[in-house]
C-alpha cells in the first residue's frame, strides 16, 4: 500500500517507516504538521495515511482536526489516528462523518505488528479500526441495556465495535463462523439495532447504540 | 417624610432601644459569670464551663450583628464554624472581639436603652399632663418649669408647649440614639480591616504550607510511581533483550519467547505511564481545555449529566485540573452511592472566582468522615486556596459547591 505518515517526533516515525516498508509497503511521504497532511495527500492520494493526535504547533488534538479536514476535502479517505490516550469523545468525531475508513488506536498497538497491519489494512479497505480500550470506556458507561447479553455475546459485541468481520471473530474466538453469526444476530435482536452486514456500517451502528 | 414614614421610625427605634436594654441588663449579668469562670480555670472545672459560654456568648453576638447590621442597612459578618476547645476557642480573633464588646454593650446598652425609655414616655408624659391637668389632686399639680397646671389656660399655654417641644426632641433624638448605639456595636463587633488582613494572611499561610505539602507528595508520587513501575519494566525488558541477544544463535525458540515476553513488558510499561500521565494533567484537559475536557466526562458519566458551561476565558492550568478532578470525581460518587437518576453539573466564572456546582437528585447522607473522596477534593483545593461546600441532608438531594480564585 501507498502510506502518509504524519507524525513530528522522528524516532517514532523511523519505526513506524521501518516497519511498514519491511512489511512491504511503500510510505509515499512523511510530514510534520496538519498543512503540510493536505497538501500531501492531495498530491500523493494515499491508500492510507498515518495520524498522530499531537502535532505542531499547538501539540493539543491537531490530529484529529487535520483528518476531519483532509475527509471533507476527500470523503471517506482511509485514515488511522494513533495516539498516547484514547478518548471516546475523538473516536465520535472522527466517526460522525457517516464514511468508512477510520482506525484510531493507541500506540501501544504498533508493537503487536501483524494486528496493526491488519487493522492497517482493513481501514485502507474502508472498514474500521477502534482501539479496544474505546470500547471498554463505551462499554462502562451504558452498561444496563447491554445487561441482557451473554458473557460470549459482549465478546462478540467488542471485537465487532473494534472493526472485526465475522470471519475475524470467529478466528480470534475460537469458534465457528455460524456461531459468530448467530451471535451476532442474537446481539443486533438484544439491543434492537437493524441487522448489518458491512463492515464499517456495523460498527457505526454499534458505536451509535453504545454512544 | 410621611406622618406614618416618621412613626415607623420612631417604632422601630424605639424597638431597638427597648432591645438594648434587655442585651444590655443581660450583658451586665453575663460578665460576673464569664470573670466566675474564668477564675474557676485555675480550678480546672472553668476549662468545661467556659467553652459553651463562649459559644454561647457568639451566638449572641451573631445575633447582635445582625440587629446592629440590619439597622445600619448593612451585613456583619458573625461566627463561622467555633472549635470545641477552650484555648482554641480563645484563639479565635472573633471570640475576642466578643469579650471586648461584651462591657460596651451591657453600660452602652443599658444607658441607651434607659434613654430610649426616657424619650418615649416623656411625650407621651407631657401630653398626659396637659390634657388630663385636672385628673391631678388639686394639692400637687403638675408643673411645667415651676408653673403649675391648674386651669386649661395654664395647660394650653405651658402644657400643650412643652408637649410639643418634648415630642419633637423624641422624634429627632430617639433615632439618633439608636443609630448611635449600633454604630458602637457594629464597630466593636465587624472585622476591622487590619482584622480582615491577619485573617486573610493567616489562611493564606495555612493554605501555601497545604499547597506545598499537596506538590511535595504529588512530586513524590510520580517518583514512586515511575520508579517502582515504569523504570522497574524498562529494565525488564532490556534484561530480555540483552538474553535474547545471547540466545540468537542456540534457541530460537527461546529468543521467540523473550521477545514475546518484552513486547508485552513494553506494553504494561506504556499502559502505566499512560496512567501516571493521566494523573499529573488529564491530557484532554490540555486538549481541549476546561469544556471539552468536562463535556468528555459528562459523556462517559453512567448517570446522566445536564452540563452548562458559562464564559470562562483563560484559566490558570492547576485550576482547571483542579476543577476537572473535583467534578470527575463527584460524578464518580454520584454514580457509586447516591442512585440519582440524573445530575447538574454548572461551571461558571465571577470575575475572577471559578465556580463549579454539582446537584444529583439522589439519596445524600454524604458523611465526610467515611470516605476519602470529599476529603481529596477538600486537599486538592486548599492548595489553591480554595473551598467546598457540601449539602447532603438524608433524603437528598447532594449538592456540591467549588469556589477557587482564578484571578492573575
Given at each position: 500500500?501507498?502510506?502518509?505518515?504524519?507524525?513530528?517526533?522522528?524516532?517514532?516515525?523511523?519505526?513506524?517507516?521501518?516497519?511498514?516498508?519491511?512489511?512491504?509497503?511503500?510510505?509515499?511521504?512523511?510530514?510534520?504538521?496538519?498543512?503540510?497532511?493536505?497538501?500531501?495527500?492531495?498530491?500523493?492520494?494515499?491508500?492510507v495515511s498515518i495520524v498522530?493526535?499531537?502535532?505542531?504547533?499547538?501539540?493539543?488534538?491537531?490530529g484529529i482536526?487535520?483528518a476531519l479536514?483532509v475527509r471533507?476535502?476527500r470523503p471517506g479517505a482511509p485514515i488511522l489516528v494513533l495516539s498516547?490516550?484514547?478518548?471516546?469523545?475523538y473516536a465520535g468525531e472522527l466517526l460522525s462523518d457517516g464514511h468508512g475508513g477510520v482506525g484510531y488506536l493507541?500506540?501501544?498497538?504498533?508493537?503487536?505488528?501483524?494486528?496493526?497491519?491488519?487493522a492497517l489494512?482493513r481501514v485502507a479497505a474502508g472498514g474500521t479500526a477502534m482501539d479496544?480500550?474505546v470500547?471498554?470506556?463505551?462499554?462502562?458507561?451504558?452498561?444496563?441495556?447491554?445487561?441482557?447479553?451473554?458473557?460470549?455475546?459482549?465478546?462478540?459485541?467488542?471485537?465487532?465495535a473494534q472493526g472485526?468481520?465475522?470471519?475475524?471473530?470467529?478466528?480470534?474466538?475460537?469458534?465457528?463462523?455460524?456461531?459468530?453469526?448467530?451471535?451476532?444476530?442474537?446481539?443486533?435482536?438484544?439491543?434492537?439495532?437493524?441487522?448489518?452486514?458491512?463492515g464499517h456500517r456495523r460498527v457505526l451502528?454499534?458505536l451509535?447504540?453504545?454512544? | 417624610?410621611?406622618?406614618?414614614?416618621?412613626?415607623?421610625?420612631?417604632?422601630?427605634?424605639?424597638?431597638?432601644?427597648?432591645?438594648?436594654?434587655?442585651?444590655?441588663?443581660?450583658?451586665?449579668?453575663?460578665?460576673?459569670?464569664?470573670?466566675?469562670?474564668?477564675?474557676?480555670?485555675?480550678?480546672?472545672?472553668?476549662?468545661?464551663?467556659?467553652?459553651?459560654?463562649?459559644?454561647?456568648?457568639?451566638?449572641?453576638?451573631?445575633?447582635?450583628?445582625?440587629?446592629?447590621?440590619?439597622?445600619?442597612?448593612?451585613?456583619?459578618?458573625?461566627?463561622?464554624?467555633?472549635?470545641?476547645?477552650?484555648?482554641?476557642?480563645?484563639?479565635?480573633?472573633?471570640?475576642?472581639?466578643?469579650?471586648?464588646?461584651?462591657?460596651?454593650?451591657?453600660?452602652?446598652?443599658?444607658?441607651?436603652?434607659?434613654?430610649?425609655?426616657?424619650?418615649?414616655?416623656?411625650?407621651?408624659?407631657?401630653?398626659?399632663?396637659?390634657?388630663?391637668?385636672?385628673?391631678?389632686?388639686?394639692?400637687?399639680?403638675?408643673?411645667?418649669?415651676?408653673?403649675?397646671?391648674?386651669?386649661?389656660?395654664?395647660?394650653?399655654?405651658?402644657?400643650?408647649?412643652?408637649?410639643?417641644?418634648?415630642?419633637?426632641?423624641?422624634?429627632?433624638?430617639?433615632?439618633?440614639?439608636?443609630?448611635?448605639?449600633?454604630?458602637?456595636?457594629?464597630?466593636?463587633?465587624?472585622?476591622?480591616?487590619?482584622?480582615?488582613?491577619?485573617?486573610?494572611?493567616?489562611?493564606?499561610?495555612?493554605?501555601?504550607?497545604?499547597?506545598?505539602?499537596?506538590?511535595?507528595?504529588?512530586?513524590?508520587?510520580?517518583?514512586?510511581?515511575?520508579?517502582?513501575?515504569?523504570?522497574?519494566?524498562?529494565?525488564?525488558?532490556?534484561?530480555?533483550?540483552?538474553?535474547?541477544?545471547?540466545?540468537?544463535?542456540?534457541?530460537?525458540?527461546?529468543?521467540?519467547?523473550?521477545?514475546?515476553?518484552?513486547?508485552?513488558?513494553?506494553?504494561?510499561?506504556?499502559?502505566?505511564?499512560?496512567?501516571?500521565?493521566?494523573?499529573?494533567?488529564?491530557?484532554?484537559?490540555?486538549?481541549?481545555?476546561?469544556?471539552?475536557?468536562?463535556?468528555?466526562?459528562?459523556?462517559?458519566?453512567?448517570?446522566?449529566?445536564?452540563?452548562?458551561?458559562?464564559?470562562?476565558?483563560?484559566?490558570?492550568?492547576?485550576?482547571?485540573?483542579?476543577?476537572?478532578?473535583?467534578?470527575?470525581?463527584?460524578?464518580?460518587?454520584?454514580?457509586?452511592?447516591?442512585?440519582?437518576?440524573?445530575?447538574?453539573?454548572?461551571?461558571?466564572?465571577?470575575?475572577?472566582?471559578?465556580?463549579?456546582?454539582?446537584?444529583?437528585?439522589?439519596?445524600?447522607?454524604?458523611?465526610?468522615?467515611?470516605?476519602?473522596?470529599?476529603?481529596?477534593?477538600?486537599?486538592?483545593?486548599?492548595?489553591?486556596?480554595?473551598?467546598?461546600?457540601?449539602?447532603?441532608?438524608?433524603?437528598?438531594?447532594?449538592?456540591?459547591?467549588?469556589?477557587?480564585?482564578?484571578?492573575?
Amino acid at each position: 500500500m501507498r502510506i502518509v505518515i504524519v507524525e513530528d517526533n522522528v524516532l517514532l516515525a523511523e519505526g513506524l517507516r521501518h516497519l511498514l516498508t519491511s512489511s512491504g509497503h511503500e510510505v509515499v511521504a512523511w510530514v510534520e504538521d496538519a498543512d503540510a497532511f493536505v497538501a500531501a495527500v492531495a498530491e500523493h492520494r494515499p491508500d492510507v495515511s498515518i495520524v498522530d493526535v499531537r502535532l505542531p504547533p499547538t501539540f493539543h488534538d491537531e490530529g484529529i482536526h487535520a483528518a476531519l479536514r483532509v475527509r471533507r476535502a476527500r470523503p471517506g479517505a482511509p485514515i488511522l489516528v494513533l495516539s498516547q490516550y484514547v478518548e471516546e469523545t475523538y473516536a465520535g468525531e472522527l466517526l460522525s462523518d457517516g464514511h468508512g475508513g477510520v482506525g484510531y488506536l493507541l500506540k501501544d498497538r504498533v508493537a503487536r505488528v501483524e494486528e496493526f497491519l491488519d487493522a492497517l489494512q482493513r481501514v485502507a479497505a474502508g472498514g474500521t479500526a477502534m482501539d479496544p480500550e474505546v470500547i471498554a470506556q463505551l462499554l462502562t458507561r451504558s452498561h444496563d441495556p447491554l445487561a441482557a447479553l451473554t458473557a460470549r455475546e459482549r465478546e462478540v459485541l467488542q471485537l465487532m465495535a473494534q472493526g472485526y468481520a465475522n470471519g475475524e471473530i470467529a478466528g480470534k474466538l475460537v469458534i465457528t463462523e455460524r456461531a459468530v453469526h448467530k451471535h451476532v444476530g442474537n446481539i443486533f435482536a438484544k439491543i434492537d439495532l437493524p441487522p448489518s452486514d458491512s463492515g464499517h456500517r456495523r460498527v457505526l451502528a454499534v458505536l451509535a447504540y453504545l454512544g | 417624610m410621611t406622618l406614618g414614614g416618621t412613626f415607623r421610625r420612631l417604632r422601630d427605634a424605639a424597638v431597638y432601644s427597648a432591645t438594648s436594654l434587655a442585651t444590655g441588663l443581660a450583658c451586665l449579668l453575663a460578665i460576673p459569670v464569664l470573670l466566675l469562670s474564668g477564675v474557676l480555670c485555675l480550678l480546672q472545672v472553668g476549662v468545661y464551663l467556659l467553652p459553651p459560654q463562649l459559644r454561647w456568648l457568639g451566638r449572641w453576638t451573631d445575633f447582635e450583628r445582625r440587629r446592629a447590621g440590619k439597622r445600619l442597612g448593612r451585613t456583619i459578618p458573625g461566627h463561622e464554624v467555633r472549635p470545641r476547645r477552650l484555648p482554641e476557642l480563645l484563639a479565635e480573633r472573633s471570640t475576642r472581639r466578643d469579650l471586648h464588646w461584651l462591657p460596651a454593650g451591657g453600660f452602652l446598652g443599658t444607658l441607651h436603652g434607659l434613654a430610649g425609655f426616657a424619650l418615649t414616655l416623656l411625650p407621651l408624659g407631657a401630653l398626659f399632663s396637659a390634657g388630663f391637668w385636672w385628673v391631678f389632686p388639686a394639692g400637687e399639680p403638675a408643673t411645667v418649669a415651676g408653673v403649675p397646671l391648674d386651669s386649661w389656660g395654664a395647660a394650653l399655654g405651658f402644657g400643650l408647649p412643652q408637649a410639643l417641644v418634648v415630642t419633637v426632641l423624641a422624634v429627632v433624638l430617639l433615632p439618633k440614639v439608636a443609630d448611635g448605639s449600633a454604630k458602637i456595636s457594629a464597630r466593636l463587633l465587624a472585622r476591622s480591616e487590619r482584622d480582615e488582613l491577619s485573617e486573610r494572611v493567616e489562611t493564606l499561610q495555612v493554605s501555601r504550607a497545604g499547597a506545598v505539602d499537596a506538590h511535595g507528595a504529588e512530586l513524590r508520587r510520580i517518583e514512586r510511581d515511575l520508579h517502582d513501575g515504569t523504570q522497574a519494566r524498562l529494565v525488564s525488558i532490556a534484561m530480555r533483550l540483552g538474553l535474547a541477544e545471547r540466545e540468537l544463535d542456540r534457541d530460537p525458540q527461546a529468543v521467540a519467547t523473550l521477545l514475546a515476553e518484552a513486547r508485552t513488558g513494553a506494553e504494561d510499561a506504556m499502559t502505566e505511564l499512560r496512567g501516571v500521565l493521566r494523573t499529573m494533567y488529564p491530557p484532554i484537559l490540555a486538549d481541549r481545555g476546561l469544556e471539552g475536557a468536562l463535556s468528555a466526562v459528562a459523556a462517559r458519566s453512567v448517570v446522566p449529566v445536564e452540563l452548562s458551561i458559562g464564559e470562562l476565558d483563560e484559566i490558570a492550568a492547576p485550576i482547571e485540573a483542579a476543577a476537572y478532578f473535583v467534578v470527575t470525581e463527584a460524578l464518580t460518587n454520584v454514580a457509586k452511592h447516591s442512585g440519582a437518576a440524573s445530575v447538574q453539573v454548572t461551571v461558571t466564572r465571577d470575575v475572577d472566582v471559578l465556580l463549579a456546582e454539582v446537584v444529583d437528585d439522589g439519596c445524600g447522607g454524604v458523611d465526610e468522615a467515611l470516605g476519602t473522596g470529599v476529603s481529596g477534593m477538600r486537599r486538592r483545593l486548599a492548595a489553591l486556596d480554595g473551598t467546598l461546600k457540601v449539602t447532603s441532608p438524608l433524603g437528598g438531594p447532594t449538592r456540591i459547591l467549588l469556589e477557587v480564585s482564578c484571578g492573575s
